[in-house]
């Protein structure tokens, strides 16, 4: 939720363009413009009515692309958790995405000893198995398995460590109290960099991310030149006295990347 179409990189571009007229995008703000703005539900009130504490996860939401050099403290146990979840899910699809597209291999995966204790698991349980997208599925969720038993271990020795007993005494906290193991996250950050190399780098992506960007921004600039093209909903928003390129920003932000492509290839 917040994010633009075509991943960060769409997130940067829509970022490059709104800085031009002082303004910027990050998507976590985005969400947090959605739930309480954005969203009409209600009769006498805007946003859909959600507690300090979602609002909260969503404001504080980190990853190494996303608010990663703020320093933020007092997050509940839930941001906390929500945050290396998604980091769990994001390495994983990612792996998965690259063995399905061809991008990597069995073989480039071995490198990485995250996927060879998966592995160790997988054969331990299934014995040999011989169907590729079988096999490379089982260790795929193996290593999601890996992953999350070690953060709930390791959370709970940290939270037992410091005595933690109270909300107040996680809002206090000036140290993160959810955190991989330091094996586990020495494992996570070789196959982040894996990852970078061979898949979030590789000329294929990098061209799909290259046109995206320029969709978007071809789209801005089309909109803030064109504001009669936008939907009656965006217009009536400018009538009322919203910034044409906030917006032209939250219509953007909006979209699908199918969307996004029939929209430039109808008004570009």
């Known amino acids: 939720m917040g994010h633009t179409p075509f991943g960060h990189a769409g997130q940067d571009a829509l970022d490059e363009v709104l800085r031009e007229f002082g303004l910027s995008f990050e998507h976590n703000e985005q969400s947090k413009r959605i739930v309480e703005v954005l969203e009409q539900v209600y009769p006498h009130f805007p946003g859909l009515n959600l507690t300090f504490e979602v609002r ?9 692309w996303d608010q990663a050099e703020k320093q933020f403290h007092g997050a509940s146990l839930e941001a906390q958790v ?18 399905r597209s061809h991008l990597i291999t069995e073989s480039d995966l071995e490198k990485l000893s995250l996927w060879r204790v998966a592995k160790q698991r997988v054969e331990a349980h299934y014995g040999m198995i011989t169907d590729d997208s079988i096999r490379q599925g089982r260790i795929v969720s193996a290593m999601i398995h890996v992953m999350i038993q070690d953060l709930i271990v390791n959370s709970s020795a940290i939270l ?8 107040e005494e996680v809002y206090r906290s000036t140290e993160k109290l959810i955190l991989f ?11 982040k960099d894996f990852l970078a190399q061979n898949v979030y780098f590789h000329p294929e992506v990098m061209a799909l991310s290259t046109k995206g960007q320029r969709i978007l921004k071809e789209l801005f600039h089309f909109y803030r030149a064109h504001p009669e093209e936008l939907p009656p909903e965006e217009r009536k928003a400018i009538a009322e006295g919203a910034r044409l390129e906030i917006v032209i920003k939250d219509y953007l932000a909006g979209m699908t990347d199918e969307f996004a492509e029939e929209k430039a290839q109808f008004l570009v």
């Open 56 to 64: 909260q996860g969503l404001m504080k939401h980190q990853s190494p």
């Open 82 to 99: 929500v945050n290396l979840a998604d980091e769990i899910a994001y390495n994983n699809h990612d792996v998965d995405d690259g063995l």
């Open 160 to 167: 037992e460590k410091r005595g933690i007993a109270s909300l």
């Open 181 to 191: 193991s330091p094996e586990q996250y020495a494992m996570n950050r070789e196959l």
